[in-house]
C-alpha cells in the first residue's frame, strides 16, 4: 500500500522509517515539504541510504530555505502553501509520502499537516519515539487522527525498547505495531538495508 508516515513531533525517526520501507518494499518516496538544510534534505538522505533500485526520489513540492516552521519558513520565502498545490507524483509504484513535522505542524495560516494528511487521503504509518512523554503524545496524535476519521495503518516506535512504554501505546491506541526501528550506533546504507532484509512486511 501506499502511505503517509506521520510522526508525534519533528525529529522522531520519519526519515529513517520512511528509508526503511523504501529500501525494503522497493517504494517511491516523497516529501512534499522540505525546510532548511536543502544541501543535505531528506529526500537526499534516503537517495544515499538506500540502494534499492526501484525506489524513485520525486522532487518537493515546497523547498523552503529557513529550518524552521513550513509556515514561518514559507513566509520568509515569500511564498504562500496552498492544499490544492499538493498533487501525489504521478508513478506506477507505491509511494511512501513523508510529512514534515508533527501532525499538528502548519504549512499555512490554514493549513495543517493533518490537513494535508486528510486531503492526500492515505493510511498513515505513525512514528513514535520511545522517551518520557511518548506515551502522552501518541495517544493525542491518535485521538486527533480518528476526530479527523484518518486511517492510521500502523505505529512504528522508534529508539531502544521499552515493553512498558509500547504495550501500553498498543493497548489503548489499538493500533498494529507495523515493526520497530532499535537504536543504531551507525546510521548507513549498509545497516539501512541489513534491517529492512529482517522484516516481514506487507506489500498489498
Known amino acids: 500500500m501506499s502511505m503517509i508516515i506521520a510522526g508525534t513531533h519533528t525529529g522522531i ?23 532548511g538544510d536543502l544541501k543535505n534534505s531528506d529526500s537526499i538522505f534516503v537517495k544515499n541510504h538506500i540502494d534499492n533500485e526501484a525506489c524513485f526520489i520525486h522532487p518537493e513540492r515546497y523547498k523552503l530555505t529557513l529550518p524552521a516552521s ?15 498545490d499538493f498533487i501525489l507524483p504521478k ?17 499555512a495560516d490554514d493549513l495543517l499537516n493533518i490537513d494535508l494528511i ?12 520511545i522517551y518520557l512523554g511518548s506515551i502522552n503524545h501518541t495517544l493525542l496524535t ?8 484518518i ?6 516506535f522508534s529508539g ?3 515493553n512498558a ?3 501500553f501505546i498498543e493497548a489503548h491506541t489499538k493500533v498494529p505495531v507495523y515493526f520497530s526501528i532499535p537504536f543504531f550506533k551507525q546510521i548507513n546504507q549498509a545497516t539501512i538495508a541489513a534491517f529492512a532484509a529482517s522484516l516481514i512486511l506487507n506489500n498489498n
Open 13 to 35: 525517526g520519519k526519515t529513517l522509517c520512511s528509508a526503511i520501507i523504501c529500501q525494503a518494499l522497493g517504494y517511491d518516496y516523497w516529501k512534499p515539504v522540505q525546510a
Open 70 to 84: 513550513p509556515h514561518y519558513a514559507a513566509a520568509m520565502d515569500g511564498i504562500q502553501i496552498k492544499k490544492e
Open 91 to 107: 508513478t506506477t509504484n507505491k509511494i511512501v509520502v513523508e510529512t514534515a513535522g508533527g501532525i499538528m505542524s502548519p504549512l
Open 118 to 129: 486528510a486531503h492526500l487521503n492515505l493510511p498513515v504509518i505513525l512514528v513514535s519515539g
Open 142 to 149: 491518535v485521538a486527533a487522527f480518528k476526530q479527523y476519521n
Open 151 to 156: 486511517a492510521i495503518a500502523g505505529i512504528v
Open 160 to 162: 531502544t525498547a521499552n
Open 165 to 167: 512504554t509500547t504495550n
